[in-house]
């Protein structure tokens, strides 16, 4: 009986809430001017991250945050995260702040090879569109080291290489690459464009020597 009038009371404040719910306007409600505002406090919803994290402003995002930076959690939960983290950050454009997120990822030294190897990759990319190709060619070099026919590591070691003006080595890139990916459209068109500026740095050294003997 007493379970009975506990369930009673609980339902007859509900109702009660209801009723008075309907006949007063919510004040703390989401207005015209405020929504965008509101929506962007939301880590789901942000159309960018904050520079810096305000647990008072931003309590959701502080509260992600500490997640992310648990020594206690295992490490390649730890490492997803940050993942993520740069993830968001690339679609940014952000691509510094990406690269210290995928960084610290990696210095979780997870046992996940394969989240491994897509830090790696994606750390190459905000390298590569940092214009630091030394550095994206490394990334995508020790990407390949642990998944040899990782198509991104390939794709993006054949582009700094073109970008680097290594043109033998581009196409030794796409060759690796087309022995497990025959049909792949953009190694396809790196090879040729390799290949292509390949022949003419040759052709161009052949006239530079016969030029020297004349």
Not at 74 to 86: T, V, Y
Not at 133 to 140: E, G, P, Y
Not at 173 to 191: A, F, I, M, S, Y
């Amino acid at each position: 009986m007493a379970s009975t009038a506990a369930q009673s009371d609980s339902d007859d404040g509900m109702d009660e809430f209801m009723d008075r719910f309907k006949s007063q306007r919510y004040k703390q409600g989401f207005t015209e001017n405020n929504w965008e505002e509101e929506f962007n406090k939301i880590p789901m919803f942000m159309k960018t991250a904050p520079e810096e994290i305000d647990p008072q402003k931003f309590p959701e995002l502080a509260c992600l945050q500490s997640i992310i930076h648990d020594e206690d959690r295992p490490p390649e939960e730890q490492a997803k995260w940050l993942k993520d983290e740069g993830n968001a950050y690339f679609k940014e454009k952000n691509y510094q702040k990406a690269v210290v997120s995928y960084t610290a990822g990696l210095t979780k030294k997870c046992g996940d090879q394969e989240l491994n190897t897509v830090l790696l990759t994606n750390r190459a990319a905000a390298h590569f569109y940092l214009g630091n190709m030394r550095s994206a060619l490394n990334d995508a070099a020790a990407a390949k080291k642990i998944k040899p026919d990782h198509l991104k590591a390939l794709i993006r070691g054949a582009q700094c290489c073109i970008e680097l003006r290594n043109f033998p080595e581009a196409v030794q890139w796409c060759d690796e690459g087309l022995n497990v990916h025959p049909t792949e459209k953009k190694l396809l068109e790196l090879r040729a464009t390799a290949d292509k500026h390949k022949r003419a740095a040759e052709r161009d050294a052949r006239k530079a020597k016969a030029k020297e003997k004349k």
